[in-house]
């Protein structure tokens, strides 16, 4: 239970039991057993359930006791194998529903707003420590906040990519072709047609 209680720590906000399965198990705490646990915590009130009607158990951690769970997880020496498997986990979803935005559009649409705190906090690490992956997860999640409207949001964390000067690879052809896409409800559709045009090239 203190092992999974300070791997938590590394989700903001609200997460469900799937997140956890693939975040936080491993050799010490097999998948199996991961709900058992997490009963175990909301029964010591370590952990909070939220719950909506026709939506999937979620939990959460107060903030104070995410900062706790957090320092134990430094103090153990765990942070950077959690952190990498929250980082890979959740840009592998993104990509995920990149792949699949056109047939199944509306279920991810859902999925990546209910999870959209969980992609900014993987952004944010990304950014001081993986320019590759910052492309990446970026450019998945373009076509994501053009749907949602995050206009400023999508275009500040598209063109910090596009500015890192990585290989134009078809992670790069993706954040182009988000930026493009935000760029096209504004009224810079000039600049639009020129990101959308040099991704068709890459492409």
Known sequence: EKILFRRLSVFSGEFDLSDVEEVCANETIPRNRILDLLSHLVERSMIQTVYQPGRKMRYRLLETLQRYASHRLIEKGE????RLRHLVYFTEMAEKAYEERLKYQQEWLETL???????????KCYDRHSQEYFLRLSGALGWFWRFHSH???????????LAKNLARSEYYARALYGLGLLLSLTSDVAKAIDLLNESMILW
């Open 113 to 123: 707003k209910r999870k959209h705190d969980k992609f900014i906090s993987a952004l």
């Open 79 to 82: 942070v950077e194998e959690i």
């Open 151 to 161: 206009l400023v949001l999508g275009c500040n964390f598209l063109e910090r990519a």
